[in-house]
């Protein structure tokens, strides 16, 4: 039977994947990760998206999954899939944060790196928004 983390790390993994082939691509997709990563970032005052993360307390880091799984199930009902995928993404890397799979871990700087770099590019572009989902 397999375990919360190794069902954690296939849905990574694909997520991972996807993020290679076709997300990092999507300029719109890319431009909602970094609005949503830069809002939580600009208000705790941090540095960067892993400052952030690991400034979380447990309170902190559970609220943030809730709001996440609310916020993400609210933009696929109603048809964003591109705010959803944002949502997941930012979701993935906290949880991923908390796992002792060095192939999730290995993944989880990649992401990290990702989001980083959105945010950086988003702050750039904040008025230029591509094309609505």
Do not use: C
């Not at 190794?6 to 994947?17: N, S």
């Not at 300029?27 to 952030?52: C, P």
């Not at 993360?53 to 709001?67: E, F, H, I, N, P």
């Not at 060095?102 to 904040?126: A, F, H, M, P």
């Amino acid at each position: 039977m397999a375990t919360k983390e190794d069902e954690f790390k296939e849905r990574f993994i694909a997520v991972m994947k996807n993020l290679h082939t076709d997300g990092r691509k999507d300029a719109e997709a890319m431009w909602l990760t970094g609005s949503l990563a830069a809002r939580l970032v600009d208000k705790t005052r941090q540095g960067s998206w892993t400052q952030f993360k690991a400034s979380r307390t447990r309170r902190g880091y559970d609220q943030l999954l809730a709001d996440f799984e609310v916020e993400g199930n609210g933009y696929h009902t109603q048809g964003k899939t591109k705010h959803a995928y944002a949502v997941q993404l930012l979701a993935m890397s906290m949880i991923a944060r908390y796992q002792k799979d060095e192939d999730v871990q290995i993944g989880l700087r990649l992401l990290d790196e990702l989001i980083d770099r959105s945010i950086v590019t988003y702050k750039k572009n904040r008025n230029a928004a591509p094309g609505a989902n």
